[in-house]
């Protein structure tokens, strides 16, 4: 079902790359039911920037956690890349996880004690590849978020803005063809969270597929596509007229020179 270079056969060109149909998630707290998702049907195109909002509470990390595999449905059918995720085994489903899906989260989630270049090279683990390459494609990743000068960095000793941007080329380091960010902003200042959607929106243009969850409609304005979520279900699914760019947003916006504070 997965071919040997980890991405499942059947990869077409602007093809559906997710297809969900009555997605519910309901979880048993004690005697309390928790309908966290109550049918969710939709369609995502490949190299689609897809933005998620809704009130908290509204079922957007369920969902995200159902899209990247890392929890299943109570009912319902999610379908990646034409495959019915709900009929993959465990191991399979790490395998999509680790090989087709780069998460970013808002806490950056980084190890403390651990260079930016391990904490990037930390999911390569798992692939069998030798120590120099995973080294080659952790600085490339380190490359691609402009951090090829903070490598040997220690979490706390980066701010902010530059943890989130190691933690997106972890996400990136197995070349994945989807990043699933869940409030990747919500602990950044404003113009540093414009500079982490200027690089998402540079990993959109090269063909990754980009979900990612936002309380704020100025960062929702990035994306292409903007879904709210209400009470576990969709209550407005549009196209943004027009994307904001987030390279221009920048030209605009003062300048807080990070390597200052350091
Ligand atoms: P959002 O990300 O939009 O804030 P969540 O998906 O985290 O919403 O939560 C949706 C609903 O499901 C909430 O009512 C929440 O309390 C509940 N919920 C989320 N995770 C769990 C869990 N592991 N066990 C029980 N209830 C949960
Ligand atoms: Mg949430």
Not at 68 to 91: A, F, M, N, W
Not at 120 to 138: C, F, G, I, M, W
Not at 155 to 179: E, F, H, M, T, W
Request: net charge neutral.
């Amino acid at each position: 079902m997965i071919g040997p270079d980890g991405k499942s056969p059947g990869q077409t060109p602007n093809g559906h790359l997710i297809r969900i149909e009555h997605l519910a998630k309901t979880y048993q707290l004690g005697e309390v039911e928790v309908h966290a998702l109550r049918g969710i049907t939709l369609t995502i195109s490949r190299g689609d920037f897809v933005a998620i909002m809704g009130a908290s509470g509204s079922g957007k990390s369920t969902f995200m956690n159902i899209l990247g595999c890392l929890d299943k449905p109570t009912r319902g059918t999610y379908k990646l890349e034409d495959i019915d995720v709900g009929s993959l085994s465990r191991d399979e489903l790490a395998q999509i996880r680790n090989r087709n899906i780069g998460f970013v989260f808002q806490g950056f989630n980084l190890l403390s004690r651990t260079s930016a270049l391990e904490n990037v090279e930390l999911p390569l683990l798992y692939a069998s590849t030798t120590q120099k390459d995973r080294h080659q494609r952790a600085m490339r990743a380190l490359e691609t978020v402009g951090l090829s000068d903070r490598v040997r960095h220690y979490p706390n000793q980066l701010s902010g803005g530059q943890q989130q941007r190691v933690a997106i080329a972890r996400a990136l380091v197995n070349d994945p063809s989807i990043v699933l960010a869940d409030e990747p902003t919500g602990n950044l200042d404003s113009r540093t969270s414009v500079e982490v959607m200027d690089i998402f929106q540079q990993l959109n243009q090269k063909g990754i597929t980009i979900l990612l969850v936002t309380h704020e409609p100025d960062i929702a304005g990035f994306a292409k596509r903007q879904i709210v979520f209400r009470d576990g279900k969709i209550r407005s699914d549009r196209i943004t007229p027009d994307p904001r760019r987030a390279s221009e947003v920048l030209k605009e916006m003062p300048v807080i020179d990070e390597d200052d504070e350091q």
